[in-house]
């Protein structure tokens, strides 16, 4: 008995009504996981697997793990600690690290069912009729479930194929998927002849059809043989409206189904990185994307055709590391508050910015500087229209607020929202810099000559326009036939978005292929 994954779900389906009350190692599912998730190695974690009952109570269970290439097999055998009590089960498998940590999560899709022992229910102690109304409930929930799990699905003989519980695999019904081909319908109106063209003679020849001065009729008129080049003439007549122009997003953008015309949108996301950890007598550099001035974009077809783009960054293009509030999120999952140059718009936002904290006016929280012995806490109200968590700096570490007040000894920053349309930034700091008394006049004499930035995010983002030299480049780029790579030379790497036009029969197989995928994967693991 397989149970397969899609993402961080848990497809539980094969199981959902096989446990029975009482039930001890009767089955022994397996659980089919990839080797890596998003790049996170999942071969050394330890699979723990929970059920949860309905009044509250957990089961747990350690899995046997065999790795096999690129899965891994975890043996889950369902022992009476499961099975002990009737009805639903939410199932949840956990990945722990070496130092018992959780690392990642799979939800199963839907509760399973333990079915309660027919032993205890009798036609003269029958359940209450809540119960068996509930019970025909999650019956018909079951059934709903089962059917968009496993779906009817056309079999190579044509009948429909259907997923049988008790077979663990899909059926031949027997039932035809096409009906008999039924009368032919009665003909239709006749259609409105519409304008019509003009009757051509032989003075004719080399003429093509024109709209006619009024705008109401085609006339036959001659066209200068290179009035328009075949690029002008796809610009004007080509149903760009009507394309499919998808976008995507990454630091590296491949695709494989462009067709040889110009980019529809190209946006850049500022990020910024530090190479080990700072402290006052160990500052570490902060480095933004673009930091040279300039960031180059390559298109290029992956042979031997490419354009570049210069992008300029006087000032950079940074972005700040956040748990939430960010404004672009890399292909590793990681949110960023970034600055923006959207050639789109035509605009160059920036968002955060690089700020010597000896510009702020910080208070000292004396309720948690008098509460330990050996740290001085202190915090400055910003105004910002955007709440993020998170920040850089080049001589102090970032903590989450509410972990302050435990460190020891310890030179830390903090960034967070207020509910206030607000911005906190914290700092902590060694009573030790502090000879004479600590207030708030101190630590401001101390961050005055400190040197410490920070990267915080601006009261009001503040956009300029792109030069036009700026739009004419851009507006020369194009994507190529079959396929197309966009990238930035930035380090580290600028967030890429890009909008392209698509080739429609290979976007839509693409897609087909993918759910065709999915299905397949379906039927040869049930």
Excluded at 84 to 99: M, Q, R, V
Excluded at 413 to 418: A, G, K, L, Y
Excluded at 489 to 502: F, H, I, K, Q
């Amino acid at each position: 008995m397989q149970l397969q994954t899609t993402g961080k779900v848990l497809h539980v389906g094969p199981i959902s009504n096989v446990l029975r009350q009482g039930e001890n190692n009767a089955d022994a599912p397996v659980i089919t996981l990839p080797a890596s998730y998003n790049g996170l190695d999942l071969a050394g974690l330890t699979f723990v697997i929970y059920a949860d009952s309905e009044v509250g109570t957990r089961a747990s269970q350690t899995l046997q793990k065999q790795i096999s290439g690129t899965t891994i097999e975890l043996t889950w055998q369902i022992t009476s600690d499961f099975t002990s009590i009737p009805g639903k089960l939410d199932i949840i498998l956990k990945g722990y690290n070496t130092e018992n940590q959780v690392v990642i999560k799979w939800i199963g899709d839907y509760p399973i069912k333990v079915t309660a022992d027919e032993g205890e229910l009798s036609a003269e102690n029958p359940p209450p009729e809540y119960t068996q109304a509930l019970n025909k409930m999650y019956e018909i929930l079951e059934q709903t479930q089962a059917i968009a799990q496993y779906p009817p699905l056309i079999g190579e003989n044509d009948n429909w194929m259907l997923y049988d519980g008790n077979a663990q695999g899909y059926i031949d019904s027997q039932k035809p998927s096409r009906g008999d081909t039924g009368p032919q319908g009665n003909p239709g109106p006749k259609g409105d002849p519409g304008l019509g063209l003009p009757t051509p003679t032989v003075v004719d020849a080399g003429k093509v059809p024109i709209v006619n001065p009024m705008g109401d009729g085609y006339e036959l008129g001659e066209v200068a043989t290179n009035a328009y080049t075949k690029t002008e003439s796809d610009a004007r007549y080509a149903p760009i409206a009507a394309a499919i122009r998808p976008t995507v997003t990454g630091e590296t953008i491949s695709v494989n189904d462009s067709v040889e015309w110009l980019l529809q949108g190209l946006t850049l996301y500022g990020k910024s990185t530090q190479d080990g950890t700072p402290t006052p007598d160990n500052p570490i550099p902060i480095v933004s994307a673009g930091d040279g001035g300039t960031i180059t974009v390559t298109v290029s077809d992956g042979a031997d055709q490419s354009q570049t783009l210069p992008v300029s960054t006087p000032n950079g293009l940074p972005g700040i590391p956040v748990s939430s509030g960010g404004n672009y999120t890399d292909a590793d999952g990681q949110q960023w508050y970034c600055d923006i140059v959207d050639f789109a718009a035509g605009t160059h936002t920036k968002y955060v910015d690089y700020v010597d904290l000896k510009n702020y006016a910080f208070t000292l929280n004396v309720t948690w500087t008098n509460r330990n012995n050996t740290l001085a806490f202190a915090y400055a109200l910003i105004k910002s229209n955007k709440k993020i968590v998170g920040t850089l700096s080049n001589k102090l570490v970032y903590a989450k607020w509410n972990t302050l007040p435990n460190r020891v000894s310890e030179y830390r920053i903090s960034v967070e929202d207020t509910t206030s349309n607000q911005t906190v930034v914290y700092v902590v700091l060694p009573k030790t810099e502090f000879p004479g008394e600590i207030d708030s006049r101190a630590v401001n004499n101390y961050l005055s000559t400190a040197g410490i930035y920070a990267l915080v995010p601006l009261e009001t983002p503040t956009e300029t326009d792109l030069t036009p030299e700026q739009l004419t480049a851009y507006a020369a780029l194009k994507t190529y036939a079959p396929s197309t790579t966009i990238q930035t030379d930035s380090t580290p790497e600028a967030g890429l978005a890009v909008r392209y036009v698509a080739d429609a029969q290979k976007y839509i197989d693409n897609k087909l292929s993918t759910i065709n995928a999915q299905l397949l994967e379906v039927k040869t693991n049930v």
